[in-house]
């Protein structure tokens, strides 16, 4: 509804609930556009996540790795704990044009100055917060974010799903829950001083 925060989370390799909340699962094996800036000639962000392609056993142990692209900025790879640019590790934390990034406990945390923030639990957990003014603008496996839930595998770029399905109580879902609970925390706890800081 109007009032859901835009918050698009993936975890153990298949699982994704979109900024507008739907679940669905996706088996897939390669690298996919988890959210993009969709409504500019150069797209203000775009995300990739890089799945297992040999995941055997455990979902929830087989490592992921995320791709990050700003404009005017080399790729930001984030693999594990390690950030790296332009073949260079990154020591955190980092401001890297528009983009501060920091890790916090057990995550890795992404802010932008434009609405954009990421949360990354180091293995397979990806926390993608948009703020209003991204509204129906993005495009990928996170849907568009125009609080239309029935839509969200229907938009231009969004990739082909063999399957999903809906809502759900098993436990990975709530372990999913309690862990985005503690980020939504994070984010607000940590949100006054990066402000502060980078004057936003």
């Known amino acids: 509804g109007q009032d859901r925060d835009g918050i698009c989370r993936s975890w153990g390799q298949h699982h994704f609930e979109t900024f507008d909340g739907i679940y669905f699962y996706f088996p897939g094996t390669c690298s996919y556009i988890l959210a993009q800036d969709c409504h500019s000639a150069t797209p203000e962000y775009t995300v990739w996540i890089h799945n297992s ?16 692209f700003f404009p005017n900025e080399e790729e930001i790879h984030i693999s594990g704990y390690q950030v790296h640019q332009g073949g260079r590790r990154l020591s955190l934390p ?3 044009g528009g ?3 920091e890790r916090l406990a057990d995550y890795l945390l992404v802010k932008s100055v434009f609405g954009f923030s990421l949360a990354w639990d180091g293995g397979s957990g990806v926390y993608l917060k948009m703020s209003e003014e991204h509204q129906g603008t993005p495009c990928g496996l ?15 770029r969004a990739l082909i799903l063999a399957s999903y399905k809906r809502g759900g109580t098993s436990t990975h879902q709530s372990r999913k ?24």
Do not use: M
């Open 94 to 96: 980092q401001t890297v």
């Open 99 to 101: 983009v501060f990034i």
């Open 53 to 68: 392609r040999a995941c055997e056993g455990n979902v929830y142990s087989c490592p992921r790795a995320l791709s990050l």
């Open 177 to 200: 829950k309690r862990t985005g609970t503690f980020l939504i925390k994070a984010w607000k706890k940590h949100e006054n001083s990066f402000s502060r800081k980078y004057s936003l």
């Open 142 to 156: 996170c849907g568009n974010f125009n609080h239309i839930a029935g839509d969200d595998l229907n938009t231009a």
